[in-house]
């Protein structure tokens, strides 16, 4: 999830545990701890396809979390010896942190390695999308009562009740995907439509819009479902992947990697004798967030590797106009 997600839910677990016994401090260690699993972003990867793939990596692991939760207890004890006997509020605090963090972050379609370093496959849950108001709000507003509130008592009520509302709408998430991925298979054996996977994905800032991946053998559809507009069935768009297309992959570092982080959700193309691969999991048709230039075709030697560089994203103001056209009126293009 986006940081001010993060931030807003560590500080509501923060105070919610210790809020009581220690006030705003409780908020501002979630806070900070809320914001430590994505400081790996900083640290030097290879390339930008390890950037990619490594993010999420150790410092989403639930073993490592486990492992770091006493040095950082023994730290905010050190820091605040007038909390020395809150030891194991503070256990509950700074592994409920970065329990929720990671946790949360699963849920996304981005992919969290929880398991590293026994495994390093990305959990993706596509439940929720990386930026969502109607989760978020609800944490800020709660949290943002209870660190100004006079009356502790209804300061901590608020952070509750906040919490407590940002996990009836991940649940209602949930709800909403198990309903789009019933309503998905019972069209695909409708229609004997060929699939190898199938990805629902919550559209942009929402979870009443879900957008569809199929891929099959030649290429892959991409469509939309909404649960408001009345239509029972998704509506989806062809598009097609040849073999020559795909056939230069086979010779290319790094693919594999990416292969499996995207879970297999990925299309090639060529664009100005560049060879790229684009993440079908983020974003849509021409906008898709990660791009990834591998290789350059040579007249003479053919398709050459290149130390592979993530593309600028060109997001489309009329993709947006269109998911809001959408939910206002049920317009289906």
Not at 8 to 34: D, E, F, K, T, Y
Not at 49 to 69: K, P, Q, W
Request: glycine share 8%.
């Amino acid at each position: 999830m986006d940081s001010i997600t993060q931030i807003a839910l560590g500080s509501a677990v923060g105070h919610a545990v210790l809020g009581r016994q220690i006030g705003r401090r409780a908020a501002l260690w979630g806070a900070l701890l809320g914001t430590l699993p994505d400081l790996d972003v900083f640290l030097p990867a290879a390339n930008d396809v390890a950037a990619f793939t490594e993010h999420r990596g150790f410092s989403h692991s639930l073993l490592v979390i486990a492992a770091i939760t006493p040095l950082l207890v023994w730290l905010a004890r050190r820091l605040h010896p007038d909390t020395a006997h809150l030891r194991g509020r503070w256990y509950a605090l700074i592994f409920l942190v970065l329990t929720t963090h990671v946790l949360l972050d699963a849920f996304t379609v981005y992919g969290t390695q929880l398991f590293w370093p026994l495994s390093d496959y990305p959990v993706s849950g596509s439940v929720i999308f990386i930026i969502d108001p109607l989760y978020t709000l609800p944490l800020l507003i709660g949290v943002g009562i209870a660190l100004f509130a006079r009356d502790t008592d209804r300061g901590m009520r608020a952070n509750t009740v906040g919490l407590v509302l940002s996990c009836l709408y991940l649940a209602w998430a949930c709800g909403a995907k198990w309903h789009t991925d019933t309503v998905v298979r019972e069209y695909l054996a409708r229609e004997n439509m060929p699939h190898e996977r199938v990805l629902t994905t919550p559209g942009a800032f929402n979870t009443l819009i879900w957008r569809i991946v199929v891929m099959d053998d030649d290429g892959y559809y991409e469509g939309f479902y909404s649960l408001i507009d009345g239509h029972p069935a998704p509506t989806f768009t062809r598009h097609v992947q040849t073999p020559e297309q795909l056939e230069p992959l086979h010779a290319l570092p790094h693919v594999d990697r990416l292969r499996r982080f995207t879970h297999g959700f990925y299309s090639v193309r060529e664009q100005d004798n560049t060879l790229i691969l684009s993440d079908l999991r983020m974003g849509m048709r021409d906008s898709y967030v990660f791009r990834f230039a591998l290789a350059t075709q040579d007249q003479d030697t053919g398709w050459q590797a290149i130390t592979p560089y993530q593309l600028e994203t060109r997001y489309s103001s009329g993709q947006l106009g269109w998911l809001w056209r959408r939910l206002r009126s049920a317009e289906l293009e």
